[in-house]
């Protein structure tokens, strides 16, 4: 179990991360030959698995270091190395469109990013499974279940179809304007 001042945040963001997959079942089951059919995309069937992935992540997370006296630390590392090995599964199987460079780009950003955070989940778990109960490693890993509810949300809106807005997409789509102006 944790430490008591992170209690509040584990039990909120069990929660949170339970009500978040609820949705992201709901929104997946009202047309699920979209994202699982024979004729889905597969990059829908990647933002799904990601999704799900990154929100049970924290799930597993949040909802084990509320059992008193668990190994959190060999449970992070667990944790985190099954999301790892989903994450490299999704690139083994998902391939980014030809031709489409913001899609490439974004799927890079993405998949980096992700790596990034369950890398270093692995790493904060080792160091709780070496020194239990190490407040910087502790809240380290705040931060990154909080990046992994990014990604995790991200993901989902991605699934949605949602406009992408923001910085980086307007940059990319910039980017994407030149590149085609380039090819005339």
Known sequence: MAAAEFQTFFLASAGASAALIGLLFVGVSIAPERVFGKD???????????????????????????????????????????????????????????????????GVVLFVASAAVYATEVFLGTVLWMHPGNPSALSGLLEIMLAAYAIGLGRAWQLLGAPRVGLLSYALDELERRVSRTKR
């Open 40 to 106: 889905a995309d597969p990059r829908r069937q990647a933002q799904a698995v990601s999704a799900f992935s990154a929100l049970a992540n924290v799930f597993f997370i949040s909802m084990a270091s509320l059992i008193p006296e668990i190994l959190l630390g060999v449970l992070i590392t667990i944790v985190g190395g099954i999301s790892s090995l989903q994450l490299f599964g999704l690139l083994l199987r998902v391939r980014p469109p030809a031709g489409n460079l913001v899609e490439a780009v974004r």
